[in-house]
């Protein structure tokens, strides 16, 4: 007798979709996964490679990288106890979905949001609430303190700035949030080198629900990597640590992560390249007939277009890869891109115009 494979699996999987990244990942100008358009430079690449050298590659890397995780805590001024390094943000924040959420659970998830959130939560059978952001794409604070106090819910996350609409929430409606409401809070902060806002690092002593998520593929350009950091009051790492995957950070991260920082004029000068095109090609495209433009706080810009179908498709056949973000609700007709070279963003602005 032939059984449904299916029927043996974990049911979550029958309303989820396998990840992927329309148009690929491969193009003449790659905007489209909000990566940085610089690449370490050789001279750094090679101190690192000659360190990773002589290590040796027969024996398993500490159970986590405590050197990589001491540095960060350092640069950030934190305690050590209050940091946990992961195989980039996204290993991470399962960890901390194992350690808070499960059956029965509920998590606020603000909408139109990072989708491995809602991912995450449906395997692990938690019940989602959905709170919509404004027609803007601007948070609506007040209807996620309505709907965390309502729902009693148990679990809240807030990517700030947001992927994918750009937007920011202030550290004192975290701040609002994390106060009233009997949940952990999630402040996913992998955008915040690029932001106008303070960073919620500053709440992790004054509150004991906080845990702020890092990441350093997008200002620190080590998408290559997978490095990625969490970071709370020590009481709590202790227990979100439980389910962490043991050996999951190489030590190539760790060494790569100690020389970036060591070096971290290049991480500034790099996102003030960024923030500077960010703001002319912003200028731009507000003189481009039939795009309507949002204010960004990240390394991307989103635009809504009246076909984004027909405008990635040109763009892809000129070689230019973006996004379409048009599936994500209150973004119909939306396109992404992060802030590239010069003269691709020249590419990329000229032919907006031709269309």
């Known amino acids: 007798m032939q059984r449904d494979i299916k029927n043996l699996l974990n049911p979550a999987l029958r309303n989820i979709a396998v990840y992927k990244v329309e148009g690929g990942q491969q193009a003449e100008i ?14 750094l690449k090679e101190e690192i490679l000659g360190e990773f050298q002589r290590e040796p590659w027969n024996r398993y890397p500490e159970i986590l990288p405590y050197k990589g ?4 805590a350092d640069f950030l001024g934190v305690s050590p106890d209050s940091v946990m390094m992961s195989n980039g943000s996204n290993e991470m924040l399962y960890t901390i979905f194992l350690a808070c959420l499960g059956p029965g659970k509920k998590v606020l998830i603000p909408d139109p949001s990072f989708s491995l959130y809602e991912k995450i939560a449906l ?34 996350v ?40 303070r960073s919620a690092l500053e709440l992790i002593d004054e ?18 990597i997978r490095i990625g950091f969490a970071i709370s009051n020590p009481l709590l790492m202790a227990e979100i640590s439980k389910p962490k995957i043991p050996f999951a950070s190489g030590r190539l991260a ?60 040109s763009l892809h056949n000129e070689g230019i890869l973006v996004r379409n973000v048009s599936g994500y609700h209150l973004m119909e007709n939306c396109l992404r ?7 691709e963003n020249q590419r990329l602005i000229d032919k907006l115009r031709t269309l």
């Open 30 to 43: 790659k905007l489209n996964q909000n990566e940085s358009p610089f690449d370490l430079p050789l001279w």
């Open 207 to 224: 509150l004991p629900n906080v845990i702020v998520l890092r990441t350093m593929s997008k200002a620190l350009a080590l998408a290559g």
């Open 337 to 343: 891109f992060n802030i590239g070279l010069v003269e």
């Open 158 to 197: 807030l990517s700030t700035p947001n992927n994918p609409t750009s937007k920011s929430i202030t550290i004192d409606e975290i701040r609002m949030i994390a106060g009233s409401a009997d949940a952990i809070v999630l402040v996913d902060e992998a955008y915040i080198e690029f932001s106008r806002q």
């Open 254 to 313: 760790e060494i790569t992560l100690m020389h970036v920082l060591a070096n971290y004029s290049l991480v500034s000068d790099m996102v003030s390249y960024i923030l500077n095109q960010r703001d002319k090609i912003y200028g731009e495209l507000l003189t481009i007939n039939d795009i309507e433009v949002f204010s960004s706080d990240t390394n991307f810009l989103i635009i809504r277009v009246k076909d984004a179908v027909s405008v990635f498709r």
């Open 123 to 156: 395997l692990l059978q938690s019940q989602i609430i959905s709170v919509p952001m404004h027609p803007g794409l601007d948070f609506d604070t007040e209807a996620i303190l309505q709907a965390a106090n309502d729902e009693k819910v148990d679990f809240i």
């Open 69 to 72: 995780m001491k540095a960060y």
